[in-house]
């Protein structure tokens, strides 16, 4: 178990341009979410997958995001056309397909920290 | 819609003291979890609470939680350096998505 990985850990863009992100969750993790957390806030909800199934979006994902997880595996979320209020923490957890994820919940990876500029 | 919130937003204590963090939500649910998040890291699971009633302990930390009430707290016992940081309570929508709705955080900060 090497936990949940997210890459890069830092991206700085020029505003307009378009940036991706990707997550690779626990192998036998079903469940993929993705959340967006900014500077002295709590996370919020953006996005989740059931296997390869986007079930979910929030309303804060706008037109200008799209998120995938083609097979089921990893999965990436993409920005285009950047704004500087796209500058926040994305984090990625992926969880079992039991209830809430079992006795631990989801599991959290380390974030990629966007900088809009 | 469902709203989670903490209180205090802000806390400073001396190391030896005891504290209580509250996280009070609107809606029906009953799994609520404790993360800690330190600057700049990702989110740590500190607890899982799945039913009324439910008391978890690890180290000076000892959260429960209260369904009928739509209260947990985080008590904190003789803090320490260690234990400063930011400490996040998240409910379950238990919609079928299972997304978690954050409250808005405690910042700890633990003086020596």
């Known amino acids: 178990d090497t936990g949940v990985s997210q890459n890069p850990r830092h991206k700085i863009t020029k505003r307009g341009q378009n940036v991706t992100f990707r997550c690779d969750p626990i192998?036998?993790?079903?469940?993929l979410y993705w959340y967006r957390q900014t500077l002295g806030q709590g996370p919020e909800f953006l996005t989740y997958?059931?296997?390869?199934?986007?079930?979910?979006k929030s309303r804060l994902l706008s037109d200008r995001f799209s998120a995938e997880r083609p097979k089921g595996s990893f999965s990436t979320l993409e920005i285009q056309r950047t704004e500087q209020g796209d500058s926040a923490m994305y984090l990625c957890?992926?969880?079992?397909?039991f209830g809430t994820g079992g006795v631990r919940g989801y599991t959290f990876g380390s974030g990629t920290r966007l900088t809009v500029v | 819609e469902l709203k989670v919130e903490q209180n205090p937003l802000f806390l400073s204590m001396q190391e030896g003291k005891n504290y209580t963090i509250y996280c009070n939500y609107s809606?029906?649910?009953?799994?609520l979890y404790w993360y800690r998040q330190d600057p700049g890291k990702s989110l740590e699971s500190l607890f899982v609470?799945?039913?009324?009633?439910a008391v978890k302990q690890e180290g000076r930390l000892m959260a429960s939680l209260d369904t009928k009430a739509r209260l947990s707290t985080l008590h904190i016992t003789a803090a320490v350096h260690d234990l400063s940081a930011t400490y996040f309570c998240?409910?379950?929508?238990?919609?079928?998505?299972?997304?978690?709705?954050f409250g808005t955080g405690t910042r700890l900060k633990v003086l020596a």
């Open positions: 957890a992926s969880s079992t397909n």
């Open positions: 192998s036998e993790h079903n469940r």
């Open positions: 997958f059931q296997n390869e199934a986007q079930l979910e």
């Open positions: 809606t029906t649910s009953d799994r």
């Open positions: 609470l799945l039913s009324n009633g």
């Open positions: 998240a409910v379950d929508m238990t919609s079928g998505t299972y997304k978690y709705i």
